[in-house]
């Protein structure tokens, strides 16, 4: 048996996370940069207004004395759970360089883990975060087939995986008879996203979720929380699988290895069961020690040493599911399957397989694809690489008219307008989702005189035509789609404001991830009254000092209010009907689009 003095010469790993106000961010920064040097403590520290998040290695006896310095900080790190490990000292190699171990990183962040890689209209609150159950609790859950005594029969317990995919592919709880859902995602900031879009299956159950070492679930189940009623049953592993692994050496109900982010790489159980697989060849392997990277996204996947050896490029799963392959097939002239392999390069099988949004634009009223396609030229080659914008026209053609010269412009008197003389140019048809029921449906190529002048609040009457637009739009998805989200302009934006409000009942026949709306207002539709629409959207309109005199900012306004804000953007500008395309407007629509790729 090792004595006291040799165990304290041994190397360890010291993870810990405290949500707490921070009163003087310099202060605690300078603390942590004299205290983890004089240690000689390697690692990396985020510092942030709402708290701190630690992950360090060195001797075990120098952790010691900092979780003491720490704990005698101002009692801002009282009942936190301080995760310290005895392991083997890391070398200077790729994974000691990569995990930030081979120097002390310090630094002061907005976030203490990025929650969501676009603003959220309500961020989640720490303290409505999901009630913490220890080890032992959590297991207790699980061991009886996720019933909680107070459980409805109505209501069921459900495993909720808060790690990204990388992660999961080499460990996990897996429990007979409760269902456990994994995102399947690249990154934590993806998790609102996916929340947003399986907000069905969480609602009026009870949601147990589990991460390494129990930072991720504090914003994630605050955020679930937030949506209310339905939501309140929100629980977490306190300490983490880390915490779970230590009350259960076997491994309990969680199998495999638990990926961990220092140079250990991973930790297993006492169980050798090995539960991920070689992306290449399928078989059993899930050492991620050789850091191997997908080609484009740069996540994690797990190569075997034989594969690795006969090919350095790789591409996740996630990757392929999205159109990044690395083979094609194509149909011969004897009909016949032919599989052609892409150059094992990323430079050139991107230009060739990359993988964009295809965002489905629908024009205003009284536009047609090809002016619209005109309008939103520069948003187009600002998104280029990210989206391709697909455009139609929409199914009801409207009529030429021109607005008569009015001789008494300060009365407006309709008896004293003058007809002139229509455009002697030819013009391409004009088209719209949503008409005046009232109107005749002249669909004439000859110019009219209109029959009033230009009204700002016409839209309020544009009410009719919703069933043939929407039948036309199932068409065109079916010839033309998928499409990853719908993008509607003025008109177009409550069209689409329309069909999300539908979006599952439409499921199948029109499938989309978001929506964009710019200058949009709602149409008053039967079947179409509810509480909020769930579907991930952006709204950009004009403030209300703006320079909209087509669409009323409170139009606008009222229309994103109908959407569930906590999977929704606002953006608000000072510019008139258009959709601008200047900073910092364009990143924020870059970075919602970023959730989707």
Known sequence: MKDKSTKHDEYGVLLYYKYTKIPDLDDLFTFYNSNCSSLSLLGRVRLAPHGVNVTVGGKLSALEEHIAAVMSKNHLFEGTDFKLATCSEPINDKVAEECGF????IRIV????????????????ILNAGKHLSAVEFHSVLQSAGKFPETAASEKVILLDARNLYETRIGKFHVPNVETLDPEIRQYSDLPSWV??????????????????????EMASAYIRSKGVGFENVFQLYGGIQRYMEQFPDGGFFKGKNFVFDHRVSVGSSDANVLGT???CSSPFDDYSSRSRCAYCRMLVLVCDACQS???FHVCELCQKYGKLIETVTVTGNGNFQVNSLPAEPAALSTQASKKLRILCLHGFRQNASSFKGRTASLAKKLKNMAELVFIDAPHQLQFIYQARCDDEET?????????SPPDKVCNRKFAW???????????????VARSPFDSLQYQQQTGGFDKSLAYLKAVVSKDGPFDGILGFSQGAAMAASVAAQQMSLKGEIDFRFVILCSGFSVSLAGNEQNSIKCPSLHIFGSDHGKDTQIAFDASRSLASMFEEGCSVVVEHDYGHIIPTRSPYIDTIKDF???FL
């Open 102 to 105: 081979t120097n002390l990183s």
């Open 110 to 125: 907005k976030e203490l883990v990025t929650f969501s890689s676009h603003p959220l209209l309500k961020p989640p609150e």
């Open 196 to 217: 947003d879009t399986h907000s069905e299956q969480l609602r009026g159950n009870h949601v147990l979720m589990y991460c390494t070492g129990g930072i991720r679930c």
């Open 278 to 280: 070689c992306l290449a």
């Open 310 to 312: 006969k090919n350095s």
């Open 412 to 420: 407006g008197d309709m008896s004293s307008r003058q007809p002139k």
């Open 434 to 448: 949503f008409i005046d029921p009232d109107t005749d449906g002249n669909t004439s190529a000859e110019w009219e």
């Open 593 to 595: 689009l970023e959730r």
